[in-house]
């Protein structure tokens, strides 16, 4: 079973700049960021395998950057430009196999607790 255990969320004014990072108990190739704002469903934000391939959901594209560290078992997502939409949980997520699947939950079978985005305007 992998755990995962993120941090570094909280609250920011618009225009602002947050960074995320996601400790994984052990070394998995696929790693990804997911979000769910209230009363919504919980959406993929982005996602990165070990070979360094990236894709991005397009409300985040060119703001956000996500990163790895195999060696510290470590994913990040620098999120710049921050507005109020992007106000929500964000979630780690992780999969071990090597395959692209879409980016959506059910692809994913380990989750972090989640950590609270806050984007004030």
Do not use: N
């Amino acid at each position: 079973q992998v755990q995962l255990v993120e941090s570094g969320g909280g609250s920011v004014e618009a225009g602002g700049s947050l960074r995320l990072s996601c400790t994984a108990s052990t070394y998995i190739y696929k790693m990804a960021w997911f979000r769910q704002a209230p009363g919504k469903e919980r959406e993929g934000v982005s996602v990165i395998d070990s070979s360094g391939r990236t894709a991005y959901s397009d409300s985040v594209k060119g703001r956000f950057t996500i990163s790895k560290d195999d060696a510290k078992r470590t994913l990040y997502l620098q999120m710049d430009s921050l507005k109020p939409e992007d106000t929500g949980v964000y979630y780690c997520a992780a999969d071990s196999r090597v395959r692209w699947y879409p980016l959506q939950p059910p692809y994913y079978p380990y989750w972090g607790q989640g950590t609270q985005v806050t984007v004030s305007s």
